[in-house]
């Protein structure tokens, strides 16, 4: 969750700032040596692999926050969240795999940082390789699930995420329900909202929304990080030296990374990111085979499908998109799931029959309609209107992307059902479905499908 941040050391890069600015910058980062030693490597393909880990850091925050946003309890020595980001060679696409902390890993044989004693490669939950090997077991652990040669290591808290998200003012999330977490404090209504640091930090720290768990955060986590990479790249911060230095010192701050990454990397990156944007990223999570993975010693564990994961980690490999293309003909993707928008048709004709039509073609595309039509008040429609309140208007722009040609009309307190006025024009529905991870072989979604814009 925390690891967020991280990306935007990559992506705010893209500033292209002179190297006197980063390299003043560049004393501020707290430097580890996870490759020590270490051999046996992955093959080095083509692009750059990150390995972004999130750990504790609550001590650092105030009492006051601490209590605000829920975080008490004593840090864990254990990483909180796990993910690969490749940048591709040519600098025009981002790949990010989350991997669940719960996986069932095997370790490689290492020394206990804490105890000194020498252990044989043995079960444990992933983000335990941290506790018991730091940085440098982390990574090997990673390389050897994945066979893929990890290139920089970058380690962020929860400081420098809630730093990070207040200096860009803020980041837009966008909920089509209402997400309550009565662990961390959070509570949104369903509709769009601009989260401030601490608020953003109960986001991504959620596990308790809904029976998703860990698998759902991780989701949210994603579509954080696009809004996140949306924010940076459409609000003038990448053109302006100025706010680029703080949120690049507001990240730095709190950041832990290998020798190697260091100015030129970033300036680097900088100079072929210019034309970075939420389109240029893609997400995606492992897949699991089993939820549950009983484990003598060690407890729970997510097992892999290590036939769906390798076709990731390949594609990662190889220096490929992660996303599944889709042939002609097939549904088009909207931001929220038919099945959740609630429809009222009213027919705006004086064709028998149009407003039935019209309910039977949205509920065979998945809405959820009423099933009970009735007439407008006006029978007069030559255009098909869709009517919605504001605060739905997601939901408002996946029921129009059915419906061909039909207009948007903004309806102050109609509430969460939606109205649909058929008009002369209609011919027929469009099938669509949502823009979710998991919902494709691989789930694989991109940036623009996740963030509001």
């Known amino acids: 969750?925390?690891?967020?941040?991280?990306?935007?050391?990559?992506?705010?890069?893209?500033?292209?700032?002179?190297?006197?600015?980063?390299?003043?910058?560049?004393?501020?980062?707290?430097?580890?040596?996870?490759?020590?030693?270490?051999?046996?490597?992955?093959?080095?393909?083509?692009?750059?692999?990150?390995?972004?880990?999130?750990?504790?850091?609550?001590?650092?925050?105030?009492?006051?926050?601490?209590?605000?946003?829920?975080?008490?309890?004593?840090?864990?020595?254990?990483?909180?969240?796990?993910?690969?980001?490749?940048?591709?060679?040519?600098?025009?696409?981002?790949?990010?795999?989350?991997?669940?902390?719960?996986?069932?890993?095997?370790?490689?044989?290492?020394?206990?940082?804490?105890?000194?004693?020498?252990?044989?490669?043995?079960?444990?939950?992933?983000?335990?390789?941290?506790?018991?090997?730091?940085?440098?077991?982390?990574?090997?652990?990673?390389?050897?699930?994945?066979?893929?040669?990890?290139?920089?290591?970058?380690?962020?808290?929860?400081?420098?995420?809630?730093?990070?998200?207040?200096?860009?003012?803020g980041v837009e999330i966008c909920t089509d329900r209402r997400l309550r977490d009565s662990r961390t404090g959070l509570d949104l209504p369903a509709g769009r909202h601009t989260l401030r640091g601490g608020q953003a930090l109960q986001y991504v720290r959620a596990r308790h929304v809904d029976s998703a768990s860990d698998l759902g955060r991780m989701k949210r986590q994603q579509h954080f990080m696009a809004a996140l990479v949306d924010r940076a790249t459409s609000s003038g911060i990448l053109l302006n030296p100025m706010r680029f230095r703080d949120v690049t010192r507001a990240v730095l701050g709190s950041v832990r990374a290998d020798k190697g990454f260091g100015t030129d990397e970033l300036l680097d990156l900088g100079r072929a990111m210019r034309n970075f944007s939420p389109s240029s990223s893609e997400f995606t999570t492992v897949p699991i085979a089993t939820m549950g993975y009983a484990v003598k010693g060690v407890g729970s564990t997510l097992k892999w499908d290590t036939g769906r994961a390798e076709h990731i980690f390949e594609a990662l490999r190889r220096d490929q998109p992660l996303t599944v293309r889709r042939g002609r003909g097939a549904a088009l993707p909207v931001p929220v799931d038919p099945r959740r928008i609630r429809v009222q048709v009213e027919n705006g004709t004086r064709t028998p029959g149009l407003g039935r039509r019209v309910d039977a073609a949205l509920a065979a595309t998945g809405f959820d309609t009423t099933r009970a039509p009735v007439n407008a008040a006006d029978r007069d429609v030559r255009r098909t209107v869709v009517a919605y309140d504001p605060r739905w208007d997601r939901s408002a722009k996946s029921l129009a992307a059915a419906l061909p040609g039909s207009e948007l009309r903004a309806v102050e307190g109609q509430g969460p059902t939606l109205k649909v006025i058929a008009g002369a024009d209609f011919r027929k529905a469009r099938t669509v479905r949502a823009r979710d991870p998991g919902q494709d072989e691989f789930g694989v979604v991109r940036g623009d499908e996740v963030s509001c814009s």
């Open 1 to 169: 969750m925390r690891t967020v941040t991280t990306l935007s050391v990559v992506v705010l890069a893209s500033a292209g700032i002179g190297h006197a600015v980063i390299s003043s910058l560049d004393e501020d980062i707290a430097r580890v040596d996870p490759f020590r030693d270490m051999k046996n490597r992955p093959e080095a393909g083509h692009g750059m692999n990150i390995l972004l880990v999130g750990t504790d850091g609550r001590e650092r925050i105030g009492r006051a926050e601490r209590e605000r946003y829920r975080l008490g309890g004593v840090p864990c020595r254990c990483t909180d969240t796990i993910m690969i980001v490749h940048i591709s060679e040519d600098r025009d696409r981002a790949s990010v795999v989350s991997l669940p902390r719960d996986s069932y890993a095997l370790t490689p044989p290492h020394t206990d940082r804490v105890s000194g004693e020498r252990h044989e490669g043995h079960p444990v939950r992933l983000n335990a390789a941290y506790a018991e090997g730091g940085p440098r077991l982390t990574v090997r652990t990673v390389e050897r699930m994945t066979r893929v040669k990890i290139d920089h290591y970058l380690e962020v808290d929860f400081a420098s995420f809630m730093k990070t998200v207040d200096v860009v003012g």
